[in-house]
């Protein structure tokens, strides 16, 4: 039977045969017959690595933060350990400011800075979101000029894309407003911000992408080091609090949640756009984030580009991995360094110190799943994940704005298939005994107790069989 033609934007090519003929490229004024260039192929562990990720993210943490949030007097801690559970939830949060902490704790105050080694892995999402971007570019420019597409055709097209995902991040960040609401720090917007200017280095020798990585971190730590907060600035009228950390003492004060020169551009900038009636002169963002973070941002993707390379490269696949690990461990040391000495390790205003330490984590990721599936034999473990990993974009887009009724849809048709599931297991595995939960409403009550989980799990399964029906026609979504 004939494979059927993949249907997409941007088709998912596979390498051409040896009977591939030979085409005609035009570059640069320049007219010659020479047979393409094999694309690259794709890299199974970068696919289940992005799937991974965007599953997590799409399930909001299967609503495990949610769950964590119960009430202490609920039934529910008659099953679940509750400190165990909000030790667990603290990884699918972001802490209010500083990113870094001493393992087993969630106070920042705690502990030398040098012990500072562990991170939220929530945190860890948007970075590996971005550092995936950067590792997938030299995949995706060597099958474009496979195709034939000269090099102005595609600076056009990552000029495009970059402008479509600012303006799919501006939509996301509009839906609750009366009219668009010109904000940039969502993922999409502020990959979209950078997209274009990484493109640039595709291809560069080595020490331009470095010296380009290390003049945005020297430059965004000069940057931010050397304003100075107004005298009279009120953390409170910023909606900053001392109490959690979100107010640095000098000489980092500069560093702080919306008194640093990311928040004063943002304050000039944002107000320049038509501002929704709703929403009025913009005077702080609540979380802290800023439109400038796509600077030291791009640091990230670059460290992406130089792995993604590196995996493209000739190497032996060991070798590409011991590489990996490698970068990993001299990233992560180097920003618990920065860290320690002059550069506070915050994830929401992307401190260079921050682009290293989560860099670290992210790369040691990604060694991984190369190691489980590009080197082991584990490559159909990573199907479920790829299935999701080859339309990330529409599942991202799913996760923020359908789960909600797609939960609600799965519990509304659903909702008795899993209150008998869940009360043959409180039965087979004795869960309510001692309880004052009758045997008969055992299944009602964990599906209650259970909800955020059980909800997140319901949109996510049903957003993956979507994800795989696509997969099984060939369909992918690409911007």
Request: net charge positive; hydrophobic share 50%.
């Given at each position: ?320 991995f011991w590489t990996l690990v490698l970068i990993a461990l001299g990233c992560w040391a180097f920003g618990i360094f920065l860290g320690a000495t002059c550069c506070p390790i915050v994830k929401k205003i992307w401190t260079p110190s921050w682009v290293l330490f989560s860099g670290g984590y992210v790369v040691g ?54 209150d008998g599931i869940l009360g043959w297991i409180a039965s087979t595995f004795h869960i309510l005994n001692g309880s004052q939960v009758p045997p008969e409403e055992a299944g009602a009550f964990l599906h209650a107790a259970f909800q955020p989980v059980i909800s997140a799990t319901s949109a996510v399964i049903a ?17």
């Amino acid at each position: 039977m004939a494979k059927k033609e993949a249907k997409t934007y941007q088709i998912l090519e596979n390498p051409p045969t040896a009977a591939t003929p030979t085409k005609t490229v035009i570059d640069e004024d320049k007219t010659s017959t020479a047979p393409p260039k094999k694309p690259a192929g794709r890299l199974l562990s970068l696919d289940a690595f992005r799937g991974f990720i965007m599953l997590l993210l799409a399930a909001h943490g299967f609503g495990i933060a949610a769950l964590a949030r119960t009430p202490a007097d609920n039934e529910l801690w008659q099953i679940l350990d509750r400190p165990t559970l909000q030790w667990i939830s603290f990884h699918f949060t972001h802490p209010d400011w500083q990113s870094s902490f001493v393992p087993g704790t969630r106070d920042p105050a705690i502990g030398s800075p040098w012990l500072h080694v562990g991170v939220s892995f929530w945190d860890l999402i948007q970075p590996a979101f971005m550092f995936m971007v950067g590792v997938s570019l030299p995949f995706s420019m060597s099958r474009r000029e496979s195709f034939g597409q000269n090099k102005l055709k595609r600076i056009l097209h990552s000029l495009t894309r970059s402008a479509t995902l600012v303006l799919m991040g501006v939509f996301l960040y509009s839906l609750s407003n009366k009219s668009t609401h010109w904000i940039f720090p969502n993922v999409l917007a502020q990959i979209g911000l950078g997209y274009f200017w990484v493109t640039l280095l595709v291809g560069r020798r080595r020490w331009v992408q470095i010296a380009a990585m290390i003049t945005i971190l020297v430059g965004t730590w000069v940057g931010i080091h050397t304003y100075t907060p107004p005298a009279d600035a009120s953390p409170e009228a910023v909606n900053a609090r001392v109490e959690k950390g979100e107010i640095y003492a000098p000489p980092y004060r500069q560093w702080s949640k919306n008194l640093n020169a990311f928040h004063a551009f943002d304050v000039w900038f944002l107000n320049q756009f038509p501002r929704p009636s709703d929403v009025g002169e913009f005077k702080y963002n609540g979380g802290g984030y800023q439109t400038l973070n796509f600077v030291p941002a791009m640091a990230t993707m670059i460290l992406g580009l130089l792995c993604g390379e590196l995996l493209l490269s000739s190497w032996l696949p060991r070798r590409k991995f011991w590489t990996l690990v490698l970068i990993a461990l001299g990233c992560w040391a180097f920003g618990i360094f920065l860290g320690a000495t002059c550069c506070p390790i915050v994830k929401k205003i992307w401190t260079p110190s921050w682009v290293l330490f989560s860099g670290g984590y992210v790369v040691g990721m990604l060694a991984i799943f190369y190691l489980l599936f590009d080197i082991l034999p584990f490559k159909r473990l990573a199907f479920p994940f790829v299935v999701v990993g080859t339309n990330s974009l529409l599942v991202y887009f799913m996760g923020e704005l359908i789960t909600k009724w797609l939960a609600q849809n799965v519990n509304r048709h659903f909702g008795w298939a899993i209150d008998g599931i869940l009360g043959w297991i409180a039965s087979t595995f004795h869960i309510l005994n001692g309880s004052q939960v009758p045997p008969e409403e055992a299944g009602a009550f964990l599906h209650a107790a259970f909800q955020p989980v059980i909800s997140a799990t319901s949109a996510v399964i049903a957003i993956w069989l979507l994800c795989y029906w696509l997969y099984r026609q060939r369909i992918f979504i690409r911007v």
